[in-house]
């Protein structure tokens, strides 16, 4: 059971007392300053459903060469602060003011990087974080939540002899733990509006709950400091989820505003999701999918309408069966 102060705290570390069928990870999204080199960095721990195969891992992602690289360290090798998220994985440290990297191997990546100007999704004792009053529930399948929807980046990273310079970039944390990932989902994440401050972390996802399933949304835009959310938990609906081989389109309400994004598929590399006994190549990401969005208020008065020229974008799993529950026609 989980520590009161860990409900509130999502960003940190869950699995102390986990020993088998369970997983955690952190999603780093590194953009260098001119946003034309995308990077992402993944942490985290395994363990297998037998708990015969456990293990802490790094997982690097290079937008540019779509090359992923997993490397696995012994579970001993990971420990991580009770208080807070911290955590160190070999020669390796992440925490959200920033990480430092030493990783071995055919492409090895070293190097340290600072994170300023955080922009984290609040944490209420009503909704502590992205899951609302979902993240009191222990039996839920997977748990989701954002450290940092948007901050700026300084430092540097060798890739295999290769100095990428970040300082001045953006960068977005969230992170996922449980026992599965959903069976199907919709995830979309861009933070390179033209106006400062503006960023959008959104994801529509297939939810077991208490013996049955149905299509729940975590979406927000953050705007001019205030985070617009379109939420399961909040009352709030999706009424478009239309996917074509070259765009996404997702459009929520709520009882005051509406909003509609529309992403770009473009090439996408494979990344490395917890299955029954190992963690699997099995979840296609594009990591630069141009995406718009454009919010108002219901009766069609603007309040902002803009683009991310990186986005983020992953279209997964049974998607005739989540627009189902999400009581939406079917997938042409």
Known sequence: MRSFQAWLDPDRYHGHRARKGFFEGWYFKLADAGAGRLLAVIPGVFMSRSGANRYAFVMTVDGQTQRVGMTRYPLSDFSADA????????????????????????????GELAFSGLAPWPVTLAAPGVMGWY??????????????MDHLIDGALDLGGERVDLTGGRGYIEK????????????????????????????VAIIPFVGTTFGGSIVGLRHEGRLYRFTTYTGARVRTLDVSPDRVRLVAEDRRHRLEVEAE???????FAPGPD??????????????????????????????????????????PRLKKLLGLPRVA
């Open 135 to 148: 993240a009191y529930m222990p039996f839920m399948e997977c748990f989701h939540g954002v450290v940092s």
């Open 83 to 110: 208080d807070r998220f911290a955590i160190r994985i070999g020669p390796n440290t992440f925490s959200a003011e920033g990480l430092r990297l030493d990783l071995a191997g055919d492409a090895p990546w070293r």
């Open 278 to 319: 190992d963690m699997m190549p099995r979840v296609d990401e594009c990591l630069a999918a141009p995406l718009t969005v454009r919010l108002t208020e219901r009766d069609g008065r603007p309040i902002y309408a803009g683009r991310s020229t990186q986005g983020a974008l992953e279209v997964q799993g049974d998607l």
């Open 176 to 203: 996922d733990w449980g026992r599965n990932f959903p069976a199907s989902w919709v995830w979309m994440q861009g933070n390179h509006f033209p106006e400062a401050g503006v960023s959008l972390s959104a994801s």
């Open 265 to 271: 598929r473009g090439p996408t590399v494979r990344l």
